[in-house]
């Protein structure tokens, strides 16, 4: 009987050596791990691969673990696997609040935070958290390996810098000094595309990310600087509402984003200002 998946091909290397060569032999292999967005693809008909390299027997890039102060998280770290990490827990709490926020125990089983970034939507959860973490993606392939800013890593809707012979295999984050804060915004609290959703940190300067309203996750670094220099509040969220490119589409309207964004920024103020100086 033919299906959706019948025509397609599934290539499972040992070790992750074997899934670098063969990526190199054959770069229009699509990598694939948990597949909780792949498989929506698959079954839609919108991708155009039709073979398959499985990531998910190696155990190698699920690892979490602070090397020199700075946390490593691999790519095939479920968003579980973060969720109960101490190593997150104490160094990247607003990512366990993300992680907690994607769908169910199911989807939270087997997304993976490599995958999430591979992905390249403007609306993945965790994806403003690394933004305001300023972390580092670690990309190898056959021949070498590079890290990448996480706030160049993205250059399109939907794509980014990683070549094709090249595999995402960890996430860096270096030690963060401020209070971190994290908001998502849908229809639902859980296991809901977010409208907007916004993560930042109240450090000199402060930095705030936010997805679902641009192409790309985005920086708002004149949002940053308003803030930084003493501005009010209310001059900041104005700043923000012209720093951000919303659109309409069938979960939302720019207008409305363009508002409840505001209100984030206005929400993470309050939420990270110290009592004594309310």
Same mark, same amino acid.
């Given at each position: 009987?033919? =299906? ?9 290397? @040992? *070790? ?12 229009? /292999? ?27 027997? /190696?155990? *190698? ?15 095939? %770290? ?13 160094? /990247? ?10 769908? &169910? ?5 087997? &997304? ?10 403007? #609306? ?10 300023? #972390?580092?993606?670690? /990309? ?5 390996? !590079? ?8 250059? &399109?809707? @939907? ?23 994290? @908001?998502?915004?849908?229809?639902? #609290? ?11 940190? !109240? ?5 705030? %990310? ?9 920086? %708002? ?29 069938? !979960?939302? =309207?720019?207008?409305?984003? !363009? ?17 004594? #100086?309310?």
């Amino acid at each position: 009987m033919r =299906t959706a998946i019948a025509p397609l091909e599934l290539i499972r290397p @040992r *070790t992750l050596k074997d899934a670098l060569n063969m990526l190199r032999d054959e770069p229009k /292999l699509v990598p694939l791990a948990g597949c909780t967005d792949l498989y929506v693809a698959v079954n839609f008909g919108t991708l155009a691969g039709s073979r398959f390299l499985d990531l998910w027997p /190696l155990d *190698t890039l699920r690892r979490i673990s602070v090397r020199e102060e700075v946390l490593v998280i691999g790519a095939l %770290a479920t968003y579980t696997d973060i969720i109960k990490s101490r190593h997150v827990k104490q160094r /990247l709490p607003m990512l366990v609040e993300s992680a907690r926020q994607i769908g &169910g125990p199911q989807i939270q089983n087997r &997304g993976t935070v490599g995958g999430n970034i591979a992905n390249a939507s403007p #609306a993945g959860d965790t994806l403003p958290v690394l933004a305001a973490a300023d #972390a580092i993606v670690v /990309l190898r392939s056959a021949a070498d390996e !590079r890290r990448v800013p996480f706030n160049e890593f993205f250059t &399109g809707y @939907r794509v980014s810098v990683r070549k094709p012979d090249e595999l995402i295999v960890a996430v860096e984050i270096p030690p963060q000094r401020g209070t971190q804060w994290f @908001r998502k915004v849908g229809t639902r #609290a859980a296991q809901a595309i977010s409208k907007i959703v916004m993560a930042a940190v !109240r450090s000199d300067p402060p930095r705030i %990310a936010i997805g679902s309203v641009a192409p790309t996750v985005v920086r %708002a670094p004149r949002t940053e600087a308003a803030l930084k220099t003493g501005k009010s509040i209310d001059d900041a969220a104005e700043i923000l509402s012209q720093e951000i490119k919303p659109i309409d589409d069938v !979960r939302s =309207t720019a207008e409305y984003r !363009r508002t409840v964004t505001a209100n984030l920024l206005r929400r993470f103020w309050a939420d990270t200002t110290p009592a004594t #100086a309310r």
